[in-house]
């Protein structure tokens, strides 16, 4: 039927711990038991509370509750499974669907790693279980006698505050779970240790290999050049400090963990691996520097901070020209913060990869299911069967470059992962950041997808916003139009004003007036086009369109019909007959009478000429499909990224006894160098080359009540003109000003995206070079920067069409008008990023000395 492209990753399984950030136990349990397990160091931890530890107050200054926090840990982490600290956490923040339907995606802690019935040993619920890991290091190298056996450690006695299972990895103890413990024996023969420093430096600069390290058993980690060494100074005592500690190896950078009470001692070394770190930065020219960053935990004193920080100064390489050689950081990134929320630049999280391949899916269908079938990835040295249920994921991206009318795009459902049902008898699939993860429980069993048409995928989503959804009749008719196309790729045939004009004018019409009280209607059929005409048409077309198109295209599309044209002996109407109902004798279509094929030399009695065909022979530019289906394709391409939408045609929407109708409902892939971001919802409105006001104060009203329902949606006003009218400029203004309420990204409410023939017919070549070509004000906008992403492209559009300023220049400016309370004082920006600024952990930033850079959370 259909082919699909996809990506298919391996990964661990992310397990995630709920727990009280106050509840130490629970937290070095989980720990412990992270050690047990393949990727297990980078299972995050997620602190559920209403008010704030006092070690994060200063964070936390009214801008979220405690229950937006680990929403927004969450979202961050995307875990595959959930751990309880507790029974009932995830109901305390509003998430039992994640208990999910067909598979249990949680467990209390206790449950975690327990015995199962009529066995001695205990097993994991989730995840893959270290030994079989270890079992693969042994075969591979280890039980052999080597020349340099590599160290290895354990540590003697941990102390009960939690350092030694942060920083190095302790086993749980139990008998029924001791054979983890014992296989690491086996394998590594490690030596007993104290918890000091000195093991600190056997273990971080010389390389020993502790209990942790297994768990990232060839498991390659994906950083960004920018990605340089961070030192984190933590207190043990405080459990905050470990759960920052523990989640700081789920981000991109390098860590070296220092508990303060070591960080005299390790000094030097640290020095070192600041002179190590300072480098310049390969295929610079301009003298940039890789440095180092500290971090200070939320938990420790200003006054702890102050001497840790002179214990390392005097040692550091002389500052450059660039900054210092070593950044001191006082506060934690707002991993909490969706995208968008708070840093301009925000945080991401660590990208685990083990393999990938790339596999073409062939969709099949019986009835109205479905599928694709695929070859899961799985761990090399995994065994066949186990205890688990996610054992590990396979995350799926799925293009779907072909057009086919198969959904590839959907919301991430981080907190409701009951819909869309994409497996059967699997479990619920989370969609998110790294596309469709799966979890997956045996070795060597083939995968099934179920999908869904684009169609039924938004109308899903629709319904469960709570409205009724039935596809209109220009819905029906723009639908027609692309199945004949070939879908959004084909609709570059009838981006042509000229044609577009034409195919109107060739279209059945239907005139209604009125004669006293009563109204007559009046059906005209379609008209007819001789060869010539539309041959001058098409060679028109082809100059402009790089010889991309030609009239063999419309006629296998079946845009245009040829036929030929005859004169009825009778009544002397002219009929047209498609080539497959021609024979000796016609039929008139006046007065239904025979008459004879014009078989002599007279070539006035038979003409050869086309016809409009199918939909396209819909009065009124097909009832506006034509501006829907252009402005789509347009949409698609603005950002020269193919195959980035999904969308349903002209839809109609019922709830609480209102209807709404929308010309087109899309979801828009997020950019491809930011997928941190949800897709987008974008609902459109249309309008053809009507004269005078084609966009309607009703027209705005129905886009804003939609806005309402779907908050950061974008709303696309489209013209097939090459402008707006002044009247149409009024409306639209109003409506932008409206959409600029700061919504709770820090951006406006929703965006507005404004649409002319000059995006919609325009001929293939990125968006940048039209509004060059066009010149004027679209020139302005046309370099990068402007025309990236959807977003910069919306608010260009509003600034070309309708003079105003961008929403970010609108509110700087409002910003700088505020007067500060004092002249040093950061300017008070309204909103959740004023809020975010204002939240600064830790002391007021220093004068930066000779080789240190302090940075303030304020810039």
Request: net charge neutral; with cysteine; charged share 25%.
């Amino acid at each position: 039927m259909a082919e699909l492209s996809a990506n298919i990753r391996l990964r661990p399984a992310r397990i995630a711990l709920l727990v009280s950030p106050g509840d130490r136990d629970s937290i070095l349990g989980f720990m412990r038991i992270s050690a047990c397990m393949w990727g297990g160091q980078y299972n995050p931890i997620i602190p559920v509370f209403r008010r704030p530890p006092k070690a994060w107050s200063a964070e936390f200054q009214g801008d979220k509750t405690g229950l937006e926090i680990a929403r927004g840990y969450i979202r961050f982490f995307e875990p595959d499974a959930f751990v309880e600290a507790k029974p009932g956490l995830l109901e305390t923040l509003g998430l039992q669907s994640l208990r999910g339907v067909i598979a249990d995606r949680t467990v209390t802690l206790d449950e975690l790693l327990a015995p199962e019935p009529h066995k001695s040993w205990a097993d994991l619920r989730f995840g893959l279980p270290m030994t079989d890991a270890m079992a693969d290091m042994y075969q591979r190298g280890e039980r052999f006698m080597q020349r340099n056996p590599a160290s290895a450690m354990v540590i003697d006695k941990p102390p009960s505050n939690g350092l030694a299972e942060a920083m190095f990895g302790v086993y749980p103890a139990g008998d029924d779970r001791a054979y983890f413990a014992s296989a690491y024996q086996d394998v590594f023969q490690p030596e007993p240790m104290s918890c000091d420093a000195v093991t600190w430096r056997r273990v971080y600069l010389k390389g020993t290999t502790m209990p942790l390290d297994p768990t990232s058993y060839r498991i390659d980690q994906e950083r960004s050049w920018h990605k340089d060494l961070k030192f984190f100074v933590f207190d043990p005592s405080k459990p905050t400090d470990l759960i920052d500690l523990w989640n700081l190896r789920g981000e991109p950078a390098p860590l070296l963990p220092v508990p303060i009470g070591w960080a005299t001692e390790l000094a030097p070394d640290i020095q070192k691996l600041c002179a190590a770190e300072y480098q310049p930065l390969e295929g610079n020219p301009h003298g940039v520097m890789h440095s180092a960053t500290v971090e200070f935990a939320r938990g420790i004193s200003d006054a702890e901070r102050q001497r840790t920080i002179e214990s390392i100064r005097l040692g550091l390489p002389p500052a450059g020209d660039h900054g210092g050689s070593l950044t001191v950081k006082h506060w934690r990134d707002r991993i909490w913060d969706a995208p968008g929320e708070g840093m301009m630049n925000g945080p991401s999280r660590l990208r685990l990869f083990v393999e990938e391949k790339q596999v073409t899916l062939e969709v099949s269908q019986a009835d109205d299911y479905l599928s694709a079938t695929y070859e899961p990835l799985r761990p090399r040295f995994a065994s066949r069967f186990g205890a688990a249920h996610v054992r590990w994921v396979n995350s799926l991206r799925v293009s779907n470059y072909g057009r086919s009318n198969i959904a590839t795009i959907y919301p991430y459902n981080t907190f409701d992962r009951s819909q869309p049902r994409l497996t059967l008898g699997l479990g619920e699939v989370l969609i998110g950041t790294e596309g469709w993860s799966i979890g997956q429980e045996y070795a060597g069993l083939s995968g099934t997808i179920q999908l869904e048409t684009q169609e039924k995928a938004i109308t899903g989503l629709l319904q469960r916003s709570g409205y009724r959804v039935s596809l209109s009749e220009p819905g029906h008719i723009a639908k027609q139009m692309l199945d004949q196309l070939g879908g959004l790729a084909g609709a570059h045939l009838i981006a042509d004003e000229e044609i577009l004009r034409t195919m109107n004018d060739m279209a059945g019409g239907i005139r209604r007036r009125r004669n006293g009280t009563e109204e007559i209607k009046e059906e005209f059929d379609p008209r007819s086009r001789s060869v010539r005409t539309w041959t001058e048409l098409v060679n028109k077309r082809k100059k402009r369109d790089y010889g991309r198109s030609d009239l063999e295209r419309f006629t296998k599309r079946n845009v245009i019909v040829l036929g030929l044209e005859t004169r009825c002996t009778n009544c002397l109407h002219v009929n047209w007959d498609p080539m497959d109902k021609m024979g000796y004798a016609l039929s008139c279509k006046r007065c239904l009478k025979e008459y004879p094929f014009p078989q002599g030399g007279d070539n006035g009695a038979r003409k050869w000429a086309y016809r409009v065909a199918g939909p396209f022979s819909v009065q009124d530019y097909a009832k506006g499909a034509y501006g829907a289906v252009l402005a789509l394709r347009a949409i698609d391409e603005l950002n020269h990224y193919m195959g980035s939408l999904n969308f349903v045609t002209a839809v109609q929407l019922e709830s609480d006894g209102r209807s709404i109708e929308a010309d087109y409902v899309a979801l828009h892939q997020p950019d491809s160098f930011d997928e941190r971001y949800d897709p987008d919802i974008i609902f459109g409105e249309a309008k053809s080359f009507g004269e005078g006001d084609t966009l309607k104060p009703k027209d705005v009203a129905r886009l804003q009540e939609l806005a309402l329902r779907f908050p950061e949606c974008y709303l696309a006003i489209s013209v097939l003109r090459q402008n707006f009218t002044e009247g149409e400029k009024i409306l639209l203004r109003r409506l932008v000003r409206w959409t600029r309420k700061v919504g709770q990204n820090g951006g406006p409410r929703n965006w507005v995206l404004l649409l002319t023939g000059h995006e919609l017919l325009r001929a293939h070549e990125p968006l940048s070079n039209t509004w060059k070509t066009i010149g004027g004000k679209h020139a302005e906008f046309a370099d990068f920067h402007h025309t990236r992403s959807l977003k910069t492209i919306a608010e260009a559009s509003v600034s070309i069409h309708l003079d105003l300023p961008s929403f970010s220049s609108e509110r700087h400016a409002a910003w700088n008008r505020r007067r500060r309370k004092r002249d040093n004082d950061f300017p008070r920006i309204p909103g959740q990023w004023g809020r975010m600024l204002q939240s600064v952990s830790g002391p007021a930033s220093t004068e930066p000395d000779e080789g240190i850079e302090i940075i303030s959370q304020d810039l």
